[in-house]
């Protein structure tokens, strides 16, 4: 399995608090990934990363920020979680070129009460 | 936006049978790409094709790449108990750095 760590790996929160789930990679690869996977749904980009500092939009990122200091790291934060955000995210990450397979963490469920 | 289903979204077959699961596109794909996802677990790649027409084997598993590079499918031959999972097509649209996945179809096999 790629070097893919996903924190924290489950997690309860209050509806209204904000909430980051870390990514951290120790392959080098340029391009990270945050998904949402939902009954019916399959797998939803939220945002990606094409670089340090380079971010852009997924076709879910209402309610969802990100930030990338560094190649490693990758942040996912809820601003202000609401039950709709009851999710299992992923991250994941892909080598230099657009095109290449996409390997994924371990997940975290994240719940919203 | 790309939209990309796949059908049906579960199948449940006794051990032995044959599986098939189709993916469409509503855009030509630059490449697709199939995950296996075992329960409780995240996707794993399985396989990339890129040319139009393509036809890739792995073991019990066929897949295909259509001519207009818009479907895809993978057969699975007499299925077995470790074939269970949701089973995802993925694809590219030209130079887009954001792999957009299908729906997902779910395998159930049992004895």
């Known amino acids: 399995d790629a070097g893919i760590t996903q924190s924290p790996r489950h997690k309860v929160t209050e509806t209204g608090t904000p909430v980051t789930l870390r990514c951290h990679q120790t392959e080098n690869h340029r391009y990270m990934y945050w998904y949402r996977q939902d009954p019916g749904h399959g797998l939803r980009l939220i945002h990606y990363s094409y670089g340090v500092k380079d971010t852009d939009k997924g076709e879910v990122s209402d309610g969802y920020s990100v930030s990338r200091s560094k190649t490693e790291d990758f942040l996912l934060t809820l601003e202000s979680a609401t039950s709709s955000q009851t999710s299992v995210y992923f991250c994941?990450?892909?080598?230099?070129?657009?095109?290449?397979?996409?390997?994924f963490g371990e997940g975290s469920w994240l719940t919203v009460v | 936006g790309q939209q990309v289903m796949q059908i049906p979204q579960y199948q449940h077959v006794q051990e032995g049978e044959d599986f098939t699961t189709y993916c469409n596109s509503s855009?030509?794909?630059?490449?697709i790409q199939w995950y296996k996802q075992r329960p409780g677990g995240h996707p794993v790649f399985l396989i990339q094709?890129?040319?139009?027409?393509e036809v890739k084997k792995q073991k019990r598993l066929t897949f295909q790449f259509g001519e207009a590079k818009k479907n895809s499918s993978l057969h699975i031959t007499a299925t077995q108990t470790t074939d269970v999972g949701t089973y995802f097509c993925a694809g590219y649209t030209g130079t887009a750095s954001k792999l957009t996945f299908g729906t997902g179809t779910r395998l159930q096999v049992t004895l």
């Open positions: 994941a990450i892909s080598g230099n070129l657009p095109g290449n397979t996409i390997y």
């Open positions: 094709l890129v040319k139009s027409g």
């Open positions: 855009t030509t794909l630059s490449n």
